[in-house]
């Protein structure tokens, strides 16, 4: 049997990730120092683990029910109403294993044959092959760096067919560290609820907002049951690797995401659930001080790429910095190859997001000052090695 | 600018050049200069000071902690015992405290002799103190917030991700 052939092709031709065939020229290098991580480099809080050694002292190492422990998810429901001003009942949270099952889910239960999802590119890398898996079709609104990659009006109208079904946002977002203010959204609201859109709110980045207080589309009323908010642990509390991520919608949607769930996955881990419970009580504190930090660091990044000639704009949230690579001439793939190869610096290249960030790299600043001093040294060694600085 | 925020990244690293604290709190070298300045000038900022492991810096050297009973005096209660003890140099640290005694007393980067000396000749004999209890610091973990070999565990995070 020639096995390729028995393979179901959407899965088998599905397009390795930009990011991936990056990592591995990276990973095969010495001496390499990395911009291109995707997670805090904060510990877990040791009160945070420390629960999850108790749960395993204690003996909860048994499942949970579908939807999760109840404790955890009515101490989300108190998070949402001291964070963010949003009042939820706990039967409308579903936990997940990590936010990454969560955008699975969405798309499953939702999307019918053909139904488009509009996504906003450049995008996280995850969206568009797992709307594909699910039968639907990703269509893309290009965000540009002059209107801080927001989502205008204008181009939401323009993209909406009789085929929409979805409009998925990530703000503040990764690639670009793009925010969208109430004002941002009070434009779409009237949209959403004419065209009956469901809106995927992907705010796994929302206590990393900078400037301003985070807003969830969650907030306004008039589409409250159109809104899938999608959120978890993993960057807030630097907690990547416990895989806790959590949805919550209107009960009829919480319902379709659940049939699927409580077969695919049954439930998140439980350990990583008591871990999430102290976060989500009693987590606050270091949601702030990382919040802090990754500020100073951002701050730090973006006047030291502005005076290597890296010219960027001050990002508004998550850890990444999305500059222009456009004065180089080079494409944003020769760009970051260039520099591993010349400086061994590694970031990534921003078409690995989608064609919209073609002429930009993606640049994280979830290192420390002293790293991120070292790898802005290399850049402007590489920069003035190849021309291009004075 | 945001002066908590100055005051923190100075804490965590004494040795940010003012060109990089500008950059971090997104001000001017001026405005960073002329801050610290006024920090140092209302004692805001009181030294700079770099964290030592003497355990292995030099194996003779150690850290005392020294538990003083003191009567206080009247009108001054325990301020002039408090300004005969801070004037050697040997003492580090001096802290009045709630509870079984009423000074806390760290020496560091002393011999044990040395340590025993200045407790015995100088500490002691003060006017006002009753009493001393000294105990030796075996092992240091964790010193100003830095852990000592510690491996960062975020060294084994993957080199690119999503």
């Not at chain 1, 400086?343 to 420390?368: D, H, M, T």
């Amino acid at each position: 049997m020639i096995v390729r052939d028995r393979l179901n092709p959407t899965a088998r031709d599905l397009p390795k990730s930009g990011i991936r065939k990056f990592f591995d020229l990276a990973n095969t290098m010495e001496g390499v120092i990395s911009l291109g991580v995707g997670e805090p480099d904060f510990d877990t809080p040791w009160h945070i683990r420390a629960e999850a050694i108790y749960a395993i002292e204690k003996g909860y190492t048994f499942y949970t029910g579908n939807m999760g422990l109840i404790e955890l998810r009515e101490a989300i429901c108190d998070y949402q109403r001291r964070r963010f001003g949003l009042e939820f009942d706990a039967s409308q949270v579903l936990m997940t294993s990590g936010a990454s099952e969560g955008i699975d889910l969405v798309f499953r239960a939702i999307l019918e044959p053909g139904d488009e999802v509009i996504l906003v590119s450049p995008t996280y890398v995850a969206y568009s092959p797992l709307v594909t898996l699910a039968g639907g079709v990703p269509v893309f609104l290009d965000a540009k760096e002059e209107t801080g990659f927001k989502v205008t009006k204008e181009m939401l109208e323009e993209a909406i067919t009789d085929k929409t079904k979805m409009l998925f946002l990530n703000y503040p977002g990764n690639p670009t560290g793009g925010v969208m203010t109430k004002e941002d959204y009070a434009e779409l609201v009237p949209l959403i609820k004419e065209h009956e859109l469901f809106v995927v709110y992907d705010e796994i980045y929302a206590e990393l907002t900078y400037e301003g207080k985070h807003c969830s589309i969650a907030s306004f009323d008039e589409i409250k049951d159109q809104v899938i908010l999608m959120s978890g642990f993993s960057k807030a509390y630097a907690m990547t690797g416990w895989r806790m991520g959590y949805l919550i919608a209107h009960p009829d949607v919480i319902h379709a995401f659940l049939m699927i769930h409580q077969y695919a996955q049954m439930c998140p881990s439980t350990i990583s659930q008591y871990a999430a419970l102290e976060a989500a009580k009693n987590g606050d504190d270091d949601i702030e001080m990382m919040a802090k930090q990754f500020m100073m660091r951002r701050n730090f990044i973006v006047n030291g790429l502005n005076r290597i000639g890296l010219k960027c704009h001050m990002p508004k949230g998550a850890f990444y910095v999305f500059p222009s690579i456009a004065a180089t001439g080079m494409t944003s793939e020769q760009f970051c190859e260039e520099l591993l190869k010349d400086q061994k610096v590694a970031v990534v290249p921003g078409n690995a997001f989608g064609s919209a960030g073609e002429g930009y790299v993606r640049i994280s600043y979830a290192y420390s000052i002293d790293e991120i001093k070292e790898a802005l040294a290399r850049m402007e060694a590489f920069l003035r090695n190849k021309g291009y600085l004075k | 600018m945001d002066e908590m925020m100055l005051l923190e990244a100075l804490e965590q690293n004494a040795r940010l050049k003012v060109t990089d604290l500008a950059d971090i709190l997104n001000s001017s070298e001026d405005e960073v200069r002329k801050t610290i300045d006024r920090l140092k000038k209302d004692k805001v900022i009181c030294g700079y000071h770099t964290v030592i492991n003497w355990d292995k810096a030099h194996k003779e050297k150690v850290v005392a902690l020294i538990e003083v009973n003191a009567t206080p005096e009247r009108d001054k209660g325990y301020d002039s015992v408090a300004e005969q003890i801070v004037k050697y140099p040997e003492v580090s640290s001096l802290y009045l405290m709630s509870g079984k005694y009423e000074f806390t007393v760290i020496i560091k980067g002393k011999t044990m002799r040395e340590v025993a000396e200045f407790v015995g000749s100088k500490l002691a004999p003060i006017n006002g103190v009753k009493g001393t209890v000294t105990s030796f610091v075996l092992k240091q973990y964790k010193i100003e917030g830095v852990l000592l070999d510690e491996q960062k565990a975020s060294q084994t995070r993957l080199k690119v991700t999503p």
